[in-house]
């Protein structure tokens, strides 16, 4: 193997998938201190801003301890590279997190003991379903008092429809914690709740060891013998190929909070979470060990630094090694790009990126030529595909404090609107921005960040529409003839593409009887 395709081999890109509260920030937290990235781990809740969870970074997220944008932060650990990139959590951010799954080749699913699977949770499984991504599950928090474990495994195998196979197993659960044993090595992991952030050491121990007893308890030996005895015989055994297929996903069981399993959970990702794998572009798939450099814009994000007004496309390597002042083929608009200051990433924090290679995660920095979808290669023209943009679910106007900035105004929205966060339709009869969003809290967002990134003052209210769908037609007199009729409402999106809002359900349905040549769609797949 030469030293390129080793270097891609040793490359583990993945997300983390959870309910809001479930534990996520702080799994990320405790896996870069396994990892040596950092090396204090903030708890979400702790006062002062050195202690705040590194990967959440915008002023919102750090007021309201949610994960508000998908941070990418990549760190080393046992001669691998691991690229972890963190979705937002909160349920009116999937369109962000949607893209951020299209970058990975793997998932971590965490679970709140107490709660297992919630609506989040399944919506976002769903999206990793879609792309037969592997997943791994972290059952949070089983220092405090949860459902049983068993329980816990039967709700993943009917709700999601996986096999599953316990790798580790919890030696009781809450106030009688007393550690996890790994199935694979045979050995306990002991729970020392006053260790803090120090990582706990493993003792090895066959459950036949009469030694057993006298580290856990009598009681809780003969339980955990029990279990395990069930465990063996009502799970299959792992298969790395069906857990790579997506059809059964391996359970460690922990708490993040107390850094207790995590070790665990990253020996499981770096022995069976599967290197860079091949993408899905027209005319053809590209496989992770070609020599030529692709790569595809999952995400933009604009003022990480506040004091430069800067931008960032995130690009996703899938072939190649990248090397720093490459010039790439901006497929889209056929210019080259020369790369001078590519960064990588931990979390705000970054470095310059002299070298990367397929699976690896590099910022460009850009003043808006690059977008979500876009196709950066050596020459060749692919498209990556599978990257959409979703038809909004909440419309609003916006308003504007002081009529005199409308022109920064127009510049902020179409920033925002450009990392793909919210959308921005201009009417064609002329009439006020109308803003459209996955979810309600972004308004929220766009409000505050339209205030801290911009100095407007600005606010959102009631726009007579309630949905939008794109329109396209083979006879482009059709739709011409459809505009027209329906002129009120009727807009551009900020690629000048057409869009219908309708007002509500039935004046959708009835423009679709009046015109069925027109096709009208919720999904843009970028170009």
Known sequence: MD?????VQRRRTF????????????????????GGAIQLAGAVRARGEQRRARSDWMAIERQRGISVTASVMTFEHRGLTFNLLDTPGHEDFSEDTYRTLTAVDSAVMVLDAAKGIETQTRKLFEVCRLRDVPIITFVNKVDREGREPFDLLDEIEKTLALDVTPLTWPIGMGRDLRGCYDLVNDRVLLFDPGRGDQINEAVAMSLADPGLDGLVGGPAAAKLREEVELVRAACPPFSLEAYRAGHLTPVFFGSALRNFGVGELLGGLADLAPPPQSCPAEPRAVAADEGAVTGFVFKIQANMDPNHRDRIAFVRLVSGRFRRGMKLKHVRTGKLLAVYNPVLFLARERELADEAVAGDIIGIPNHGALRIGDTLTEGEDLRFTGIPSFAPEVLRRIRLDDPMRAKQLRRALEDLAEEGVSQVFKPLNGATWIVGVVGQLQFDVLVARIAAEYSIK??????????????????????????????????????????????????????????????????REQH
């Open 3 to 7: 030293a390129h395709s080793d270097a």
């Open 458 to 523: 600005a606010g959102f209210e009631e726009a007579p529409y309630e949905t939008a769908r794109w329109v396209h037609a083979d006879d482009q007199t059709v739709l011409k003839r459809f505009a027209e009729a329906n002129g009120a409402n009727m807009a551009e999106d900020r690629d000048g593409a057409l869009v219908y809002l309708a007002r509500n359900a039935w004046q959708l349905g009835r423009a679709q009887e009046d015109f069925p040549a027109v096709r009208f769609s919720a999904t």
């Open 15 to 34: 997300a983390i998938i959870s309910h809001p509260d479930a534990g996520k920030t702080t799994l990320t937290e405790k896996l870069l201190l396994f």
